[in-house]
């Protein structure tokens, strides 16, 4: 492993200022499950490492019916997936972090950090921003706040400066008769990149019409992809048997997969429109209830 400084800033404007002033190329750390692992393998060899858990705050967990969920940059998925909170409010998250890794990593990796992955086939980034998420930014510019939908710009990539951190995630809480999914295929549930997401969102009128409705597909394009145009074929009308097929084939048809060791791209997309009318069934049993 190459050389690097180390430091534990004491606020976020001292972990600024050493992304601003310190040796670059710099790299946060939290969880670590991927960054250990990367610098161990020469994948990424930052000259600094800047360890945030000392920053008062960034353990937040909270929730309130008007404000919805705060999840601080350092809660764990172990935390989100156990927490009565997550599993009753935001069910679809929950199962995410639940099928997220190994138990023994679940303890250690952030949320946040799996955001800031950007990685095309991330657990948790379908469900929040089929949830309307936001994130909190905190740099050198000051503060600011970007949808998790508008984050990642590329595997990999997002739209962080080089100066800013996310220090925690908004999400909204959710409209009575909101039921919510998210179904992760692959070779195996955890331990295993996903072949193919889908996290489903929806809410009920009184007609039993769908009010609101998220269908948001992970490992099928570069970043997560919201699956607009089939939602708007079921929002607005009741969901019969046939507008639910004929959405889940939309969804099949905006999907831009690639092929590799985990599935060719005309697998990943059939298997697009199954998943998504398995999810959005069970959403709407859920809402219904």
């Known amino acids: 492993m190459k050389h690097f400084d180390y430091s534990e800033p004491a606020s976020l404007d001292e972990a600024v200022a050493l992304l601003r002033g310190g040796p670059a190329p710099a790299s946060l750390i939290a969880g670590g499950t991927d960054l250990m692992v990367q610098m161990k393998e020469h994948v990424r060899q930052p000259a600094q490492v800047i360890n945030i858990k000392k920053i008062p705050g960034m353990s937040e967990f909270a929730f309130t019916q008007s404000h919805g969920l705060l999840l601080g940059a350092l809660v764990t998925t172990r935390q989100v997936e156990t927490s009565p909170i997550t599993r009753k409010h935001y069910a679809s998250l929950a199962k995410a972090a639940t099928d997220f890794a190994s138990i023994q990593v679940r303890n250690r990796a952030t949320v946040v950090g799996n ?22 930014i905190h740099g050198g510019g000051g503060q600011r706040r970007v949808a998790v939908q508008d984050f990642c710009t590329g595997p990999g990539r997002t739209v962080l400066a080089g100066d800013e951190i996310v220090t925690h995630i908004e999400i909204p ?72 097929a004929q959405t889940a084939q939309a969804a099949c048809d905006e999907a831009r997969p690639i092929g590799d060791v985990r599935g060719s791209a005309a697998y990943r997309r059939e298997m697009v429109r199954v998943l998504t009318q398995r999810a959005l069934v069970q959403a709407l049993q859920e809402a219904q209830q």
Do not use: F, N, W
């Open 115 to 136: 955001v800031c992955r950007a990685s095309p086939s991330a657990d948790t980034l379908p469900p929040l921003i089929a949830d309307g998420a936001v994130l909190r």
């Open 173 to 244: 809480a959710p409209a009575p008769r909101t039921g919510k999914v998210y179904i992760k295929h692959g070779r195996r549930s955890q331990m295993e990149l996903a072949t193919v997401g889908v996290a489903v969102r929806v809410t009920l009128g009184e007609g039993g019409e769908v009010a609101d409705l998220a269908i948001v597909l992970a490992a099928v394009a570069p970043t997560p992809l919201r699956a607009t145009q089939a939602e708007g074929l079921l929002r607005g009308q009741q969901p019969t048997p046939e507008r639910l």
